[in-house]
C-alpha cells in the first residue's frame, strides 16, 4: 500500500500528469480538448445565450420592481459591458476575488481564533449570500445583485469583530463604520456599480434604507444569518443551551438552526407576499427580536465577551499610535499630504488586517506577550 505521506505514488503521479493538456476524444474536433476521457456532456446546442438576451429575459422573469441588469451597469469609471456577465455578476465576481474577502477568512465574527467549526467573517458573508439569494429567488428579484451585496457587506470589518469600530473610530472624522468603510474604501479600487455600493453601504438597519430590493433583503438576511450562526456556535461552544431559548423562539422558529432558518425566510416571503414591500410577518419577527435579545443578553455582551473586545480594543489602537510615530512602516502613509489623511492611511491599513497579522504585528512591533493577545471565548 503506498504510503501518501512520501508524496504521490508514480502510477497515481503519472496519471495525474497526462491530463495536463486535456483529453482528445474519438470523433471529435482535433481542435478542443475535453476534461475527462470519458467526457458526454452536451449542451445539445452550439448557440450562446448572449448577455443581451439574458438581460432582456430579466424583464419578463423578474418582478415588476426587481433590479434588472443593463449594459456594464453605473460605474464610478465607466466600462464596457461584459461579452456573457451581466453587470452584477461582474461585481459579484470583483468582490470574490478581492484581497478584503478573502482576508475575511482570518477575521473574528464572534469567537477570536475560532474553533474548525466556528464561524469567521468570510463564512458569515457566506452564509448572509445563501440566506439572501433563497428569499431573492422565492420573490423574482436580482439573484447576482443579491449575492454581489451579501458576499461584499463586511468587507470593511476589522480585525477582532465589531470591537474594531470602537478601536479605530476615535482616528477618522465621523467615525469607523464598517458599513460606509467597505463601500467608500475598502471596496472602491473595484469600480463597483452604484447599487452594489448602496446595498453594502446602508446594509446595517442604523443606516438609511437601501436603494434597491434586493439591498433591503440583504439587510433581513444578514441579520437572521448571524443570530442563527451565533447562538449554534455559542451552543457549540456551551455557552449556552438550546433549552434556554425564549419560549416564542422555540414555538415559532424552533431550536435548530435548519428550522430557525426556514422560518425566517418563510415568514419574510409570506409578507412580501401579502405587501410587495421586503417585511417579515409580525409574529415572526417578533421572534427574531427577541432571538436577537438573547444572543446580546447571552454571548456578546457576557463578560468574556467584553474582555476579548476590550482586549481588541487596546491592541489596534496600540498599533495605530505605534504607526502614527513610524508610518514609514505603512505604504503611503509617509505622502499623505497632512495629518488626517495620514492617518486615514494607517487606519486603511490596520482595519484591513486579519486577526493573526494584527496579534503578530503587536508582539514583534509592540513586544507584547501571548498571554496579552484576545483570547477565544470559552465555557
Known sequence: MADDTQGPSPDRASTWASTMAGHILPHSPATVRFAHATSVASTGSQS??????????????????????????????????????????RDRDRILHANAFRRLAGKTQVFVFPD?????????????AQVATAISRALGLNVALTEAIAIGHDCGHGPGGHASEDALSPYIVGGYDHALWGADVTLQPL???????????????????????????????????????????????????????????????????????????????NATMQTTRIAMTADIAEALGSFRQFNYERVYLRPESQAQAQSVITLLQALVEHYRAFPHLVQGAEAAHDAEQRMRVIVEYVGGMTDQYAFTQAQQLLNWRDNQLPRGITP
Open 48 to 89: 450562446v445565450v448572449s448577455r443581451e438576451q439574458r438581460e432582456e429575459n430579466e424583464a419578463h422573469l423578474f418582478s415588476p420592481l426587481a433590479t434588472l441588469s443593463v449594459g456594464a451597469g453605473v460605474r464610478a469609471t465607466p466600462e464596457s459591458p461584459d461579452l456573457f456577465r451581466t453587470c452584477f455578476e
Open 116 to 128: 474548525d467549526h466556528q464561524r469567521t467573517r468570510l463564512t458569515h458573508a457566506l452564509e448572509v
Open 191 to 269: 469600480n463597483l456599480c452604484r447599487e452594489t455600493l448602496d446595498g453594502i453601504r446602508n446594509h446595517s438597519w442604523s443606516r438609511p434604507a437601501p436603494l434597491t430590493p434586493e439591498g433591503e433583503v440583504v439587510s433581513w438576511a444578514d441579520r437572521i444569518a448571524y443570530v442563527c450562526h451565533d447562538f449554534e456556535d455559542a451552543v457549540a461552544a456551551g455557552i449556552v443551551f438550546p433549552h434556554e431559548l425564549p419560549a416564542i423562539v422555540q414555538e415559532r422558529c424552533g431550536t435548530t438552526r435548519g428550522k430557525q432558518l426556514a422560518a425566517f425566510i418563510n415568514g419574510m416571503v
